[in-house]
T-cell receptor, first 113, second 115 residues
Framework: EAGVAQSPRYKIIEKRQSVAFWCNPI?????LYWYQQILGQGPKLLIQ????????DSQLPKDRFSAERLKGVDSTLKIQPAKLEDSAVYLC???????????FGQGTRLTVV | DQQVKQNSPSLSVQEGRISILNCDYT??????FLWYKKYPAEGPTFLIS?????DKNEDGRFTVFLNKSAKHLSLHIVPSQPGDSAVYFC??????????????FGKGTKLSVIP
């Protein structure tokens, strides 16, 4: 079974630039999550989708972050404009349904300079 | 306000001995608990979980214990192997409304198993 795929693996951008991350969840998984993991911290949920609908985006900084999951499969997370404090690993995860174990991708390490 | 706490940033254990990783939580609404293992440059990997209606769940060398009255859970690894060296995250889930369950992670404990 293929796991959660994410790209790119690494990205370096200057502050105020924009960046986008892509995620392809495990086939058949209805729930998709985006997490932000800052160095030395545990992952923090940014947004959660159930199929193509948002069920929780309470911790997403909506002035600069956006995410979509068209057709209920792939998802993209965008940051525009980026700030230095956005430097982190962005993890995508998926689960079969709500409140079941989530499976993570390898993450995208973002460095904002 | 950290709702899931892993107070030990690191732990070293001899190969073959028991590793015990601890986790405390403050939110009494958490009803599902998970442990994830993370190697460098990889995403977290699901290890084992436990529902709040249980106090123990076992899977091979891994056992998770839940003490709801103390709001404490622990992960036991017996026997510990060098390949178990990784960062272990405790996570807890609670219903957050509108059909959403939010997973909250601790900061992680780095386990080093010494051959």
């Amino acid at each position: 079974e293929a796991g959660v795929a994410q790209s790119p693996r690494y990205k370096i951008i200057e502050k105020r630039q924009s960046v986008a991350f892509w995620c392809n969840p495990i086939s058949g998984h209805a729930t998709l999550y985006w997490y932000q993991q800052i160095l030395g911290q545990g992952p923090k949920l940014l947004i959660q989708f159930q199929n193509n609908g948002v069920v929780d985006d309470s911790q997403l900084p909506k002035d600069r972050f956006s995410a979509e999951r068209l057709k209920g499969v792939d998802s993209t997370l965008k940051i525009q404009p980026a700030k230095l404090e956005d430097s982190a690993v962005y993890l995508c995860a998926s689960s079969f349904s709500l409140n079941t174990e989530a499976f993570f991708g390898q993450g995208t390490r973002l460095t904002v300079v | 306000d950290q709702q899931v706490k892993q107070n030990s940033p690191s732990l070293s254990v001899q190969e073959g001995r028991i590793s015990i990783l601890n986790c405390d939580y403050t939110n009494s609404m958490f009803d599902y608990f998970l442990w994830y293992k993370k190697y460098p440059a990889e995403g977290p990997t699901f290890l084992i979980s436990i529902s709040s209606i249980k106090d123990k769940n076992e899977d091979g060398r891994f056992t998770v214990f839940l003490n709801k009255s103390a709001k404490h859970l622990s992960l036991h690894i017996v026997p510990s192997q060098p390949g178990d060296s990784a960062v272990y995250f405790c996570a807890a889930s609670a219903y957050s409304g509108a059909g959403s369950y939010q997973l909250t992670f601790g900061k992680g404990t780095k386990l080093s198993v010494i051959p």
